[in-house]
């Protein structure tokens, strides 16, 4: 089945038959700018600039499969599509107009498309494979692969910059805060990221200013709004810990996340939320500011640094309260530290710099990402079947991104590797 990308890349690539152009009713065209695509909502491609029967026309262009779909997206009621000067279409099944009632000109590209063209993007679209190009891409250059990795590292950052904006409005710009919510929900990993998430922000930073001085009182906070003071234990420091937090709660006016947000389900023990809380405790009590240390020019060593904690000495015999376990101090792991670097602090250092229009701090978040080792997960190793170039966190970071969005999605067309499959 053909799909509206497949046109976009036809056009854009100029494939397909340019000489005596015509539109569904017959008058001559003549392309004098094939205009951007836009990546954005409105139409496919700005700028364009046609020759309509000897009349020049400067404007938009709208692509579609079937001509009908200009109705089926309501481009119709639109006024952003009044300025469509030529409406590119597989197939032509219904003649359509514009907000004004005046006709487009049609041009229909189905007897116009070069087969060998159609062909590979069939044979790409229709793979059931891991990746739709795995039976081909160990004959596509080293270069193809670089770009498309990081091109898809970039297309990454660009989506946690939207998550870091939706931060950023919740607390009405307070970098600092924005910056201790994203931690706390990579504390949480996969399973507890929202529970976590929502702890963050369930708790003012004024407060967490307040009670941070105490590691007992900070401790108490942070487990009470876990919604996990509530039970009825005989266990002296989960004594203590709740007597605490009681004060907290009426005294701040407080409302606790449900405990049973918090799974354990799939968890290795060092990773319960117990252990995360109390671990975050300890880097909350011992740094000042996190923003205004990683905007620092620091040694990847001291960064860290910055993120070496250990939960308190109750925990160092126990994952849960009130059930002993054998005694291991629990710190958290160098890959620990190195995720929380690739999804906390990269994103940051790179949205910063965008926000702020500073190239230094961009250029920061990407040698940082060049810095760390890559990482290891399942899909990496179901990478390395394949010859991918991989020496770097950024590198890990493109494929993961490469995966998710791009070949999971058959999103060929916008792949340097698939560009170079379709010539």
Same mark, same amino acid.
């Given at each position: 089945?053909?799909?509206?990308?497949?046109?976009?890349?036809?056009?854009?690539?100029?494939?397909?038959?340019?000489?005596?152009?015509?539109?569904?009713?017959?008058?001559?065209?003549?392309?004098?700018?094939?205009?951007?695509?836009?990546?954005?909502?409105?139409?496919?491609?700005?700028?364009?600039?046609?020759?309509?029967?000897?009349?020049?026309?400067?404007?938009?262009?709208?692509?579609?499969?079937?001509?009908?779909?200009?109705?089926?997206?309501?481009?119709?009621?639109?006024?952003?599509?009044?300025?469509?000067?030529?409406?590119?279409?597989?197939?032509?099944?219904?003649?359509?107009?514009?907000?004004?009632?005046?006709?487009?000109?049609?041009?229909?590209?189905?007897?116009?498309?070069?087969?060998?063209? #159609? !062909? *590979? @993007?069939? +044979?790409?679209?229709?793979?059931? $494979?891991?990746?739709?190009?795995? %039976?081909?891409?160990? &004959?596509?250059?080293?270069?193809?692969?670089?770009?498309?990795?990081?091109?898809?590292?970039?297309?990454?950052?660009?989506?946690?910059?939207?998550?870091?904006?939706?931060?950023?409005?919740?607390?009405?710009?307070?970098?600092?805060?924005?910056?201790?919510?994203?931690?706390?929900?990579?504390?949480?990993?996969?399973?507890?990221?929202?529970?976590?998430?929502?702890?963050?922000?369930?708790?003012?930073?004024?407060?967490?200013?307040?009670?941070?001085?105490?590691?007992?009182?900070?401790?108490?906070?942070?487990?009470?709004?876990?919604?996990?003071?509530?039970?009825?234990?005989?266990?002296?420091?989960?004594?203590?810990?709740?007597?605490?937090?009681?004060?907290? #709660? !009426? *005294? @701040?006016? +407080?409302?606790?996340?449900?405990? $049973?947000?918090?799974?354990?389900? %799939?968890?290795?023990? &060092?990773?319960?939320?117990?252990?995360?809380?109390?671990?975050?405790?300890?880097?909350?009590?011992?740094?000042?500011?996190?923003?205004?240390?990683?905007?620092?020019?620091?040694?990847?060593?001291?960064?860290?640094?910055?993120?070496?904690?250990?939960?308190?000495?109750?925990?160092?015999?126990?994952?849960?309260?009130?059930?002993?376990?054998?005694?291991?101090?629990?710190?958290?792991?160098?890959?620990?530290?190195?995720?929380?670097?690739?999804?906390?602090?990269?994103?940051?250092?790179?949205?910063?710099?965008?926000?702020?229009?500073?190239?230094?701090?961009?250029?920061?978040?990407?040698?940082?990402?060049?810095?760390?080792?890559?990482?290891?997960?399942?899909?990496?190793?179901?990478?390395?079947?394949?010859?991918?170039?991989?020496?770097?966190?950024?590198?890990?970071?493109?494929?993961?991104?490469?995966?998710?969005?791009?070949?999971?999605?058959?999103?060929?067309?916008?792949?340097?590797?698939?560009?170079?499959?379709?010539?």
């Amino acid at each position: 089945m053909i799909k509206e990308d497949f046109l976009h890349y036809i056009w854009q690539s100029k494939k397909f038959e340019l000489t005596e152009l015509r539109s569904t009713n017959g008058q001559l065209i003549q392309i004098l700018d094939f205009g951007y695509l836009n990546t954005d909502s409105g139409p496919d491609f700005f700028n364009a600039k046609i020759g309509l029967d000897g009349f020049v026309w400067a404007g938009n262009l709208e692509i579609h499969v079937l001509s009908s779909d200009w109705i089926k997206h309501k481009h119709q009621f639109d006024p952003a599509y009044r300025n469509v000067i030529l409406h590119v279409v597989l197939e032509e099944d219904v003649i359509i107009k514009d907000i004004d009632g005046n006709t487009i000109p049609c041009l229909e590209l189905k007897k116009r498309i070069n087969k060998n063209e #159609l !062909s *590979k @993007y069939t +044979l790409l679209q229709n793979q059931q $494979s891991w990746i739709p190009c795995e %039976r081909i891409i160990h &004959s596509v250059s080293d270069l193809s692969k670089i770009q498309a990795i990081e091109k898809a590292a970039i297309s990454r950052l660009e989506a946690k910059s939207l998550y870091i904006q939706r931060l950023l409005t919740f607390t009405n710009f307070h970098w600092e805060y924005s910056f201790l919510i994203m931690l706390f929900r990579y504390f949480g990993s996969n399973v507890n990221s929202d529970a976590f998430e929502s702890l963050a922000k369930s708790i003012a930073p004024s407060l967490l200013q307040k009670e941070k001085s105490n590691p007992l009182y900070l401790e108490a906070l942070l487990f009470g709004q876990a919604g996990m003071l509530n039970g009825n234990s005989q266990d002296e420091y989960y004594l203590n810990l709740q007597k605490r937090y009681w004060f907290q #709660l !009426s *005294k @701040y006016s +407080l409302t606790p996340v449900p405990g $049973s947000s918090f799974k354990l389900m %799939r968890m290795r023990p &060092s990773a319960f939320p117990t252990i995360r809380i109390s671990q975050l405790s300890s880097l909350i009590y011992n740094t000042a500011s996190f923003f205004d240390i990683i905007r620092e020019k620091i040694a990847l060593t001291d960064l860290r640094k910055i993120f070496d904690a250990t939960a308190g000495p109750y925990w160092d015999d126990h994952y849960l309260f009130d059930k002993k376990s054998k005694a291991q101090i629990k710190k958290t792991s160098e890959r620990f530290k190195e995720n929380l670097m690739i999804n906390v602090v990269v994103p940051f250092l790179h949205y910063y710099g965008k926000a702020k229009d500073n190239e230094e701090y961009t250029r920061r978040a990407i040698d940082l990402l060049e810095a760390l080792p890559f990482e290891n997960n399942r899909i990496m190793r179901e990478w390395k079947n394949y010859d991918m170039p991989v020496k770097s966190a950024l590198d890990s970071q493109g494929l993961l991104e490469l995966k998710k969005e791009f070949c999971s999605n058959k999103k060929c067309l916008t792949c340097p590797v698939g560009h170079e499959i379709m010539r």
